[in-house]
């Protein structure tokens, strides 16, 4: 993961410089220790696309998510939306898949019909959807039609 923030002595400065660093602890224990996170690099360098460090990075962000796929940056987990590990790692593995449907697949978000397909992927495959993790957002648990309501709601 890449570090590149600089270091000033004022207040918000050093707000951002504390966010930026709390997210390359998570970015890099995730990528180093998070079986998920391990398994999907291997597949993405068995399909022939090599994931260097600058494949992921932390950065601000001006939309309210925790992280992004994006083909020529990589991996972006956004340091100023303030996430547990749990959801950090969470969102890279949800990145990753994004990231091996562009590699192996070779999706492409223009194309609304492989955009949908790698979001849904990407819901069903990464825990998006797995009972704790909605109990976590505050959704009310169905038993009846739970993953497909959520996958439906989270593509």
């Known amino acids: 993961p ?3 923030m600089s270091t000033t002595n004022d207040p918000e400065s050093q707000q951002q410089q504390q966010q930026h660093d709390r997210c390359i602890t998570s970015l890099t224990e995730g990528v180093n220790k ?3 996170i391990r398994l ?8 022939g696309c090599p994931v260097g460090d600058s494949f992921f990075s932390c950065s601000p962000c001006t ?3 925790a992280g992004y796929f ?3 940056k990589g ?3 956004c340091e100023n939306y303030p996430v547990t590990k749990s959801v950090s790692h969470g969102t890279v593995v949800h990145e990753m898949i994004h990231a091996f449907d562009t590699c192996r697949a070779r999706a492409s978000y223009d194309n609304l019909v492989h955009h949908a397909c790698t979001e849904i992927r990407a819901a069903m495959l990464s825990g998006d959807c797995h009972w704790w993790r909605e109990v976590a957002r505050g959704k009310p ?3 009846i039609n739970h ?3 959520c996958v439906r709601r989270r593509a």
């Open 40 to 47: 999907m690099i291997s597949a993405m360098e068995k399909a």
């Open 141 to 143: 648990l169905p038993f």
């Open 147 to 149: 993953f497909g309501d």
């Open 34 to 36: 998070n079986p998920h």
């Open 70 to 72: 994006d083909k020529d």
């Open 63 to 65: 939309e309210r998510v």
């Open 2 to 4: 890449q570090a590149n």
């Open 75 to 77: 991996i972006v987990l």
